[in-house]
């Protein structure tokens, strides 16, 4: 099969690139990815020699790049191509409109006009909205974004439906709680935390650090997606969960405390205008199935993930003091 992954070179597609090539390597992959800010052609080192890889550079809203991409003929496409930064969508949502709704659609239609086998489109727990301190989100549950971010993915969820129902077009959608784990941008809570402490400098926790998010690693989110991807039936949406609630308070205290680094070092600062206050998802869908559940607990992730960033160092470095500039990045520390 040859499958089209868009933002390949991100956080979660690097790691489901990797996972892909070692259980699955009869398959060819094209990883079609900007390399935005948060693409790093780093984060696939090793791979970009395999024979079966190949790096297309280029914007999935653009047809002149789709074209020749969708001309190779691609059996399927898992779409992880997006702007996901909620900060980022706050301060100027244009890019998050432009990637996650139009590139989206863009993606659809080449995907129907060349009769793709199967499109996966992966989303996010934030299009439920927010939950109180009780209950959980299904996949029936209504979508009611809050952040510029969530509800430019719920427009391409609902896209990706419409395409389903009007044009037969095979699409799944996966919706996921908080990822963690290695090579994620340090922007986001979990590597921010990590690598802020371990230059010993403030970590700024937004209000009272009670919001709670439900943290998976990303190999247990990729481990799902290669069975929905393989074996998930058309036209329907699964929730992936990780049984892993926790305050943000909570999150960084284990952290400060795997590394042996005083609490002391935490700041409370201004509230995320519209912070969402609680997501949980229920996973019963995909388990009864899929036979999918998460794997790795969240003390045994957070430990490795510690590990790999105190391993890695060079990697966030070169990131945070730009000398590490991807080709066409709107990143624009000085290269060197
Ligand atoms: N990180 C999470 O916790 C999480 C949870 C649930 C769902 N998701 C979803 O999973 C997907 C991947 O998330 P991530 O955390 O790896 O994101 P990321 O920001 O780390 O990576 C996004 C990738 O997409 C690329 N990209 C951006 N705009 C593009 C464009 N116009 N054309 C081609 N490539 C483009 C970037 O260069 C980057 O490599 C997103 O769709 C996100 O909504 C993420």
Redesign the pocket.
């Known amino acids: 099969m040859r499958i089209l992954v868009?933002?390949g070179?991100?956080?979660?597609?690097s790691n489901f690139i990797r996972y892909l090539l070692s259980c699955h390597p009869e398959h060819e992959i094209i990883n079609?990815?900007?390399?935005?800010y948060?693409?790093n052609l780093h984060n696939l080192e090793g791979i970009s020699g395999h024979p079966n890889y190949r790096f297309v550079q280029?914007?999935?809203?653009e047809s002149s790049v789709l074209e020749p991409v969708f001309e190779g003929k691609i059996d399927g496409v898992i779409h992880?191509?997006?702007?996901?930064h909620v900060d980022r969508s706050i301060e100027d949502a244009m890019a998050f409109v432009?990637?996650n709704v139009v590139?989206t659609y863009q993606l659809l239609n080449f995907a129907k006009r060349y009769k793709v086998d199967r499109f996966l489109h992966?989303?996010?727990d934030e299009v439920y909205g927010e939950l109180g301190s009780r209950g959980t989100f299904t996949e029936d549950s209504p979508i009611k974004p809050n952040s510029p971010y969530a509800a430019s993915?719920a427009s391409s969820d609902l896209m990706a439906k419409a395409f389903f129902r009007t044009h037969h077009l095979p699409v799944i959608i996966t919706r996921?709680?908080?990822?963690y784990g290695p090579y994620q941008?340090p922007e986001k809570l979990i590597p921010l935390m990590i690598t802020r402490a371990m230059q010993d400098l403030p970590l700024p926790v937004y209000g009272d650090g009670q919001n709670v998010r439900d943290w998976i690693y990303v190999m247990d989110h990729c481990e799902a997606l290669v069975r929905v991807f393989f074996e998930g039936k058309e036209g329907e949406i699964y929730n992936i969960g990780g049984d892993g609630e926790r305050t943000n308070l909570q999150v960084v205290n284990a952290i400060l405390d795997y590394m042996g680094k005083p609490r002391s070092l935490i700041t409370f600062v201004k509230d995320r205008p519209g912070h969402d206050f609680r997501y949980a998802m229920d996973y019963t869908k995909i388990k009864k199935a899929l036979g999918w559940e998460p794997k790795v607990l969240f003390e045994e992730g957070i430990r490795g993930t510690v590990d790999w960033y105190r391993n890695n160092r060079s990697w966030w470095e070169s990131i945070l003091n730009g000398t590490y500039r991807a080709v066409g990045s709107v990143n624009t520390g000085p290269e060197k």
């Open positions: 868009t933002g070179c991100g956080f979660i597609g079609l990815d900007k390399l935005t948060a693409g280029g914007d999935i809203a992880f191509a997006a702007e996901s432009h990637t590139g992966i989303s996010t993915k996921c709680s908080n990822n941008f």
